[in-house]
């Protein structure tokens, strides 16, 4: 493939993204809290960072893996850069393997780094790079930590996409062994499985992206990439978020749980960090907000988004991420549908 084509089908990605409608039922809408009527904290009281093994993250949400590889690419990068230093969020760059292949594609990703020098910035990769790649999108950027990429069925309805994957496994292995910094297992949007969470913990993998269906949907944006555009009828594979979530319940012990993937709101990212998960990342959100409002509204935007998060877990008398998981939660019969048949132990 040419880096021209490649160029191209980077910002086709973007404009498609865009496009996209949040859907109008979620599972995150399948849940509810337990009103209690007398909080026992203050607003105050209440604290938004993160503590992981490897970093501490000042705010649970995070700018999530999106783009870079073309001009364009590298300007919408260098603003969310700008939003992650301001707003003090991690922030994930898109796949680099546009710069690995083309070193005139460099910089629409270490803008990143050279905009947020401080910052906790996440490297991105596909499962298929060879691991002496992986190293160089981890130096590319310094980076904190390294997304591994996984997209088998937006690789298969891509029509210049992979159709290998046997290989996936034991490259990722190999990555984990030899990458310096945390590899983050991350799903684009079709969710995980307690097997495939099973299989990536003896892999050595430590963190996980479950990045559920509902959010950005690339079934639907290669389909739309398709001369005939045949292949509408995989839109809804896959488990959702919350349906990931309930999935890797069993290793949160063990194991630290990011989630994203139709993240529309503070209350559907409170559910998030209820259900387990450590950090949440957001994608067009951010990126819709930016391209249509600019910077200032952008900044706006998350600092109501943290202030609405504070409210939230006053309300729910939670002073800190972690106490967020002991909150009761009630499911709908659909998810406790899910949970039955797949033999969940909630």
Same mark, same amino acid.
């Given at each position: 493939?040419?880096?021209? *084509? ?18 109008? +039922? ?11 009527? !007398?909080?026992? +904290? ?9 503590? %992981?093994?490897?970093? =501490?993250?000042?705010?649970? *949400? ?10 364009? =690419? $590298? ?6 850069? #700008? ?37 906790? +910035? ?14 160089? @999108? ?18 298969? #309805? !891509?029509?210049? &996409?992979?159709?290998?994957?046997? @290989? ?36 050595? #993998? ?8 509902? &959010? =950005? ?28 979530? %309930? ?7 063990? !194991? ?5 993937? &139709?993240?529309?709101?503070? %209350?559907? /990212?409170? $559910? ?6 450590? /950090?949440? &990342? ?12 600019? +910077? ?51």
């Amino acid at each position: 493939m040419s880096d021209e *084509i490649r160029e191209r089908r980077k910002n086709e990605h973007v404009e498609i993204a865009m496009a996209q409608q949040d859907a109008k +039922i979620s599972d995150f809408d399948r849940l509810r809290f337990v009103h209690y009527s !007398m909080p026992s +904290i203050d607003v105050s009281d209440v604290q938004l960072k993160s503590e %992981l093994d490897d970093f =501490t993250l000042s705010s649970p *949400i995070y700018i999530n893996a999106m783009t870079g590889g073309s001009d364009w =690419t $590298k300007q919408i990068n260098e603003k969310l850069a #700008v939003i992650a230093r301001e707003a003090g969020l991690a922030m994930a760059v898109g796949s680099t393997h546009a710069a690995l292949r083309n070193p005139n594609q460099r910089d629409s990703f270490k803008v990143v780094r050279e905009t947020h020098p401080e910052g906790i +910035i996440f490297s991105n990769v596909g499962a298929d790079v060879p691991v002496d790649k992986a190293v160089e @999108a981890v130096e590319l950027l310094d980076a904190q930590a390294l997304q591994v990429h996984v997209n088998a069925p937006q690789e298969l #309805v !891509m029509p210049e &996409g992979n159709r290998t994957f046997s @290989a996936w496994k034991s490259n990722l292995e190999k990555i984990v062994k030899q990458v310096h910094v945390p590899v983050i297992v991350k799903e684009v949007g079709f969710g995980m499985s307690q097997a495939f969470i099973d299989d990536l913990y003896e892999l050595g #993998v430590k963190y996980v992206d479950v990045s559920g269906r509902g &959010g =950005t949907n690339f079934v639907d944006i290669e389909n739309e990439r398709r001369s005939l555009k045949d292949m509408s009828y995989l839109s809804q594979w896959g488990q959702s978020t919350v349906e990931s979530l %309930l999935e890797s319940k069993h290793a949160q012990s063990y !194991m630290t749980i990011f989630a994203s993937g &139709g993240v529309r709101t503070p %209350l559907d /990212a409170i $559910k998030c960090l209820a259900l387990g998960a450590k /950090a949440v &990342g957001m994608s067009r959100p951010f990126l819709n907000q930016l391209e249509n409002k600019g +910077i200032t509204a952008t900044l706006e935007y998350v600092e109501q988004f943290h202030e609405q998060l504070t409210h939230i877990m006053t309300m729910l008398n939670a002073k800190t991420i972690a106490e967020l998981s002991e909150v009761p939660v009630i499911f709908d019969l659909q998810l406790q549908n899910w949970i039955a048949q797949r033999h969940l132990d909630i």
